[in-house]
Structures are given as C-alpha cells and as structure tokens.
C-alpha cells in the first residue's frame, strides 16, 4: 500500500467535495489499521459477519457503511452503531431497520439503492419504480429510519461512455427525488455511486461519495 498513491486519490475526491469511503471488505486488519492511521474514518463491508469482526478488531470512532446486499435478519446485529445503510430496496427491509432503531433509541440513516445497470442484477429498486417506492415509503411513516439519498452501481465495463450515462441516470433520479420528495430536507444529501473502476467519471457526474477497495490496496 503507497501512502502517496492513496493520498493522491484522496486529494481528487476532496476536489471534487465527496468522500471517501474504504471499502474493507476481504482486506487483512493491518492494512485497514494503515488506511485509519492515515485518517480514513469512514468503512464499508458488504457483509454483516465481517463487519462484526471488524469492529473488535479495530478503533471504535470508525463510521460503519453496510454497502452489500443486507437480509432482514441481520439487521438487530448492526443496529446499534451503523452510520449508513447504503443498499436499501425493500420496505420489508424499511420496516425491521426502524423496528431495530427504534430499540436503540436511534434514527438510522439510509440509502435507497437504485438500479440503473445493465446486469441482470438481484438488487436495487428499478428506475421506473422510484417513486411508487418513496410513496410507499412515506405511508408507512417510519420514525427511526432518515433517508439520506440514493446508491448505485454502473455496469462492470470498459465503455466508459455506457458508465457515464448510467451515472448521469443515476444523478437525474437523485435530483428528481430530492425536487418531489426531499426539497425541504438537508440531509438528503448523498449520492453514493462510483468504485475502483469508474470512481472518476462519477465523481465528473455528481458523486457525493465513492466507495473504493482495490484502488486503495492495491
Ligand atoms: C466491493 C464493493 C465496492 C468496492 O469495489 P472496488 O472495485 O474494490 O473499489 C464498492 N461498492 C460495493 C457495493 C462493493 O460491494
């Protein structure tokens, strides 16, 4: 791992006023020491299990994203100290998130991950559904869960362009929400898209914060 490497990378996502998130998933515990020694506050795991083992093994002022795919009966596990669930597409998932919350006194902050990618992908909420899902949402009234924007995912390729235009979709749902549902809310604010891969022509199409593992570890 190259300090300067990572600090260059760095230096591009504060440019461009997003944030960092370390994706740790799979990593060694040494080398997400070396991130957090550097600075690095923000973490993501995809999967519940290996977050849990994380959290023992490292500083307890490290701000924990669930960014994978997350079952509802992982959710009691992560309740009580997760910063960002990045990956919701359910209001069954909705629904346990403030159950849970509600236990711990909490409001937990979400993402509504959104489905733009060509991949035949299991996850995310479809683009043309949107809507019907905030509207859905917001009959259940849920008071310990506060949505903080949308997530996705380009498709994995070497057409930058496709990428591109995905991100742009992806930025054309954030800002279409944000008119119709959250004008008056502040906190919605985030829009989580961009990895290794295509981190730069998200951050070009509005990212607010890129998540990166391979970049970052080499
Ligand atoms: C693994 C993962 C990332 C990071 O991927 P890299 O290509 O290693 O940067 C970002 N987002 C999600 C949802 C992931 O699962």
Redesign the pocket.
């Given at each position: 791992m190259d300090k300067i490497h990572i600090s260059h990378i760095q230096n591009q996502i504060q440019k461009a006023g997003a944030t960092l998130l370390v994706?740790s998933?799979t990593r060694q515990i040494e080398q997400i020491q070396f991130l957090y020694d550097m600075g690095f506050r923000d973490m993501?795991e995809?999967r519940v299990q290996s977050l849990m083992e994380r959290i023992e093994a490292l500083p307890n002022d490290i701000n924990w994203h669930v960014?994978?795919h997350l079952q509802k009966n992982k959710v009691k596990y992560i309740a009580e100290f997760v910063s960002l669930i990045?990956?919701v597409d359910s209001l069954e998932l909705l629904q346990t998130i403030d159950k849970e919350a509600k236990k711990h006194d909490r409001i937990i902050p979400v993402l509504f991950q959104c489905k733009v990618a060509e991949e035949d992908s299991k996850f995310g909420i479809a683009v043309e559904d949107v809507d019907q899902f905030v509207d859905d949402f917001y009959d259940l009234k849920l008071e310990n869960v506060v949505v903080h924007g949308i997530?996705g995912?380009g498709t994995l390729t070497e057409n930058s362009e496709k990428t591109r235009s995905e991100f742009r979709e992806l930025k054309e749902v954030f800002d279409g929400l944000k008119a119709k549902y959250f004008s008056d809310q502040k906190s919605f604010k985030e829009l989580s898209m961009g990895?290794?891969?295509d981190?730069e022509i998200a951050l070009e199409e509005g990212s607010t914060m890129v998540?990166?593992?391979?970049?970052?570890?080499g």
């Open positions: 994706v998933k993501g995809n960014i994978g990045h990956s997530m995912m990895m290794s891969g981190y998540r990166l593992g391979s970049v970052l570890f």
